[in-house]
Structure formats: structure tokens, C-alpha cells
């Protein structure tokens, strides 16, 4: 029998799949458990990218796969618009009290963290009767239509896509190493009242408490509540887009309770189900109810199997402690990152940032904000998977490095990966 290789299944994919399903690593996964995943030629990797902030319970969590294991005993599929299950019911519940809003909430459930938006926006203008939005520069929220219009990243996200959905207007986004202040964004906010929509033709401002493909760029508190005000002046929705930073990521539940801001609608997805395809719109129910019977909903929408791994998830998330696991892991991490920057030959690490176990490593030329080195830090990607760590990049201009590994990952994991990355980082520079 002939063994599987990376190279036999890339010449494979190749074939069979589009490019524009862009794959970051040709290495092809065979099983994985917590923090670690091997390949089809049984090469094992420290996992710091999680599934792109899916896996913060890990790979193959003994609790999730029991609980799915058990629904998968009952049934997999109803369709909740047709025939209703409990579990749903009850991940609602669960979340409606977690989120960080004092007034009574609902929740709507839905497969992708894009189609989370989507909702968000439609409910939004249910509610309001307005069709304006404000997203800001930098900021992802999805591949579909409506979400890419909101994508402050042109590529390659909406590069030949076009046209989009009208009404969307976009702010810089604070960015103290970039030079943008909060007194930047909030002027830039004013002018677009005055010269491209009056506030009362807006329904919501959509925000990503710390931004995910933007370069893991914190929005500073007093911004947050900057725009809090903005909305509550205007009667313009708030909705904090959570998708790659809730569930404990961050040190918090969710990143917006860091500002203290109470937020008007959250989306949520990624680690919500641990790994399995679920997402949610939770808010203030005045709002959520706005949408009419049959309005809202999906085939998929509300998986019973997703349904009962996010029941797990969050039965582990507070069983094993992973809110002050993250922030454990996250001091850990910058320790260690910053002691690397500050090296004397180490001249290309332009900032450490992070809140939680959500960090990022900027790499520049010559620690020059505004000389970015997104070769170097493709390189770097590259050489730490010869060496058996999984890592990412992101940001606007393609050079930054995030790291979201699972919150499950031992210390001794943790230490073995960062020897990984500065090893790579070397032998590239």
C-alpha cells in the first residue's frame, strides 16, 4: 500500500480545489489532541493558530467529544425551525446570562461567524429602520457579500468581488504604533456625519474589540466608550463582533469587558463549539425580537451536535479555570517575546501586544514602525512549520504574527513552541 504523503495530497488539492481556497501550509492533518497535531507523515507540530481561534478547549477535548458523542446517540439533524430541541434552548440561556448586557437578552443561532454578521446587520436595521453602518479600517467580518463590505481589508478578501452592499462607511480604527490616536478616529467618525451620512440614517457601528486579521490591535478604553456615547446620542446600535476574541481568549469571557462598555448586540463564533460549525447572535431582547417570524434562522443554523459541544465548551471553560489560564499564558508569552525583541540582534520586532493569550509580535526592518516586513514574516511561517510549530500571520499589511494556541496547552508546550519561533526567527533574518 502507498503512503500518504504532504506532496501526493498537495498535488491532490491542487487539482480539486480552487486557489482561492488559500492554504497557509501545505502539510496535511492526520488527528490532533490539545495543543499538538500531526501530520499524514506522522510529524508532530505545536499548534499556536488553534484553527484560526477555534481550539481555545483544544483539540479533541475528552468532554466535547463525549457530549457530541451522546446527541450523535439521539439524532443529528432536525432543523430547529422545523423540529425544536432542547439544547439550543439551553446554550441560548447560557449565553443570554454570560454576556456582559444588564438587560434581558435572546439569542439567535447560525453556522459561521459570517453569517453571525450578517444577522447582526439585519436585525440592526429591523429594529432601528435604518440602513447605514459604521465598520472600521482593518477590520474582518466575513467573506460573504455584506461581510466583505464591512472587511476593512481590501486584499485579498474583496479584490474582484465588487460592488457591495451600499450604506457601509469606514473609520481608521486606533492604532498607537501606526499613528492614528483615538482623537484620529473619533474627528474621522464626525466627518463621516457630515460628509457621506447623517447619523440618524445609521442602525449600527460594528466593532471588533481587539482586532483579529487587523494585527491583534486593542481598541483603547476610552474609545470604546467614545462610541458608546456617539451611539446612545444618535439612537445607533453598538455591536461588538466577537467571533475570534470571546470565550475566554483574552482573559475575559469576552474582550468588550475590558472597556466596560455594555454593548447593544455581540456576534460569536470560532471557540464557541469547539470546533464544531456554530455561531450566535446574542443581544438586548427589545432588539432581537424585532425581526419578523421566519426572518432569521437556517438549515444548519443551530446544529444539535454543535449545540452540545458549545454546552461542553463552556462547561470546560469553567471547570479547568481557562479565563485565568489565558491570562497565565498571555503573561508568558510577552515575557518571553519582548526578552526576544530586545535583543541587539533582533532589530526586526517593531512591538509586543496583546490582552489575555491573544499576543502579536509586529515584525518591521530595523524597528521601524513604517518600514513593515511581511517577506520576513511569511519566512518566518514557513520555517517554524519545517520545525514542527503551526503559527499565523495577519494584519493589514502582512506582517504580523499572532498567537492563538489552544488555552488547554501545557506550560512545558507553550515553552517548547516559543524555542520553535526563536529558533526560526534567526535562521531567517
Known sequence: ???TTNAALQDRRLSAIPRGVATMLPRFAARAQGAELWDVE??????FAGGIAVLNTGHNHPKVKAAVAGQLDNFSHTCFQVVPYESYIAL?????????IAEPCQTLFLTTGAEAVENAIKIARAHTGRPGVIAFSGGFHGRTMMGMALTGKVAPYKVGFGPFPGDIYHVPYPNAYHGISVADSLTALED?????IEPTRIAALILEPIQGEGGFVISPPEWVAALREICDRYGILL???EIQTGFARTGKMFAIEHSGVEPDLMTMAKSLAGGFPLSAVTGKASIM??????GLGGTYAGSPLACAAGLAVLDVIEEEKLIERAIHLGDRMTTRLKALASRNDVSC???I???????????VKNRDANSPDADLAKALVHKAAENGLILLSCGTRGNVIRFLSPLVITDAQLDEGLDILESALLSVL
Open 1 to 3: 500500500m502507498t503512503q
Open 42 to 47: 506522522g510529524k508532530r507540530y505545536i499548534d
Open 92 to 100: 441560548a440561556e447560557r449565553l443570554n446570562a454570560l454576556v456582559p
Open 192 to 196: 463621516r456625519f457630515k460628509s457621506d
Open 239 to 241: 455591536i461588538a463582533d
Open 289 to 294: 425580537d424585532s425581526a419578523n417570524p421566519g
Open 349 to 351: 520586532v517593531g512591538e
Open 353 to 363: 501586544r496583546g490582552q489575555g493569550a491573544m499576543v502579536a509580535m509586529e515584525l
